[in-house]
T-cell receptor
Framework: EAGVAQSPRYKIIEKRQSVAFWCNPI?????LYWYQQILGQGPKLLIQ????????DSQLPKDRFSAERLKGVDSTLKIQPAKLEDSAVYLC???????????FGQGTRLTVV | QKEVEQNSGPLSVPEGAIASLNCTYS??????FFWYRQYSGKSPELIMS????GDKEDGRFTAQLNKASQYVSLLIRDSQPSDSATYLC?????????FGAGTRLTVKP
């Protein structure tokens, strides 16, 4: 079974630039999550999708972050404009229904300079 | 108040010893609890889940849950250097998963 795929693996941008991350969940997984993990901290949930609907985006900084999951499969997370404090690893995870048994992708390491 | 709290460590134990990792959570309505292991530069991987009070054993790992005390722990018996990693406690409340900051474990040969 293929795992959660994310791209790119690494990205370096200057502050105020835009960036987008892509995630392809495990086939058949209805629930998709985006987490932000700052160095030395645990993952913080940014947004949770159930199919193509948003279940929870309470911790998503909506003035600069946006996410979509068209057709209930792939998802993109965008930051526009980026700030220095956005430097982190962005993890995508998926699960069949609930957060249980969530499987993580390898993450995208973002550095904002 | 942090929703899920863990001692950041580092926790250092000798090879063969028992490593004890602890986690407390604030949402009394939480129902599901997980331990993830994260090697440096890698993504978290699920190693244990527990849903009811008591102990749950899987190989060298034992998860313990006490909902009255809002406390969950992970014991690693016969610790190996390959167990050196950050261990993340995760709790499901309101259908979303919240993580602690993680405890960094080092097992010394």
């Amino acid at each position: 079974e293929a795992g959660v795929a994310q791209s790119p693996r690494y990205k370096i941008i200057e502050k105020r630039q835009s960036v987008a991350f892509w995630c392809n969940p495990i086939s058949g997984h209805a629930t998709l999550y985006w987490y932000q993990q700052i160095l030395g901290q645990g993952p913080k949930l940014l947004i949770q999708f159930q199919n193509n609907g948003v279940v929870d985006d309470s911790q998503l900084p909506k003035d600069r972050f946006s996410a979509e999951r068209l057709k209930g499969v792939d998802s993109t997370l965008k930051i526009q404009p980026a700030k220095l404090e956005d430097s982190a690893v962005y993890l995508c995870a998926s699960s069949l229904v609930s957060p249980e048994q969530a499987f993580f992708g390898q993450g995208t390491r973002l550095t904002v300079v | 108040q942090k929703e899920v709290e863990q001692n950041s460590g580092p926790l250092s134990v000798p090879e063969g010893a028992i490593a004890s990792l602890n986690c407390t959570y604030s949402d009394r309505g939480s129902q599901s609890f997980f331990w993830y292991r994260q090697y440096s530069g890698k993504s978290p991987e699920l190693i244990m889940s527990i849903y009811s009070n008591g102990d749950k054993e899987d190989g060298r790992f034992t998860a313990q849950l006490n909902k009255a005390s809002q406390y969950v722990s992970l014991l690693i018996r016969d610790s190996q250097p390959s167990d050196s990693a950050t261990y993340l406690c995760a709790v499901i409340g309101n259908n979303d998963m919240r993580f602690g900051a993680g405890t960094r474990l080092t097992v010394k040969p």
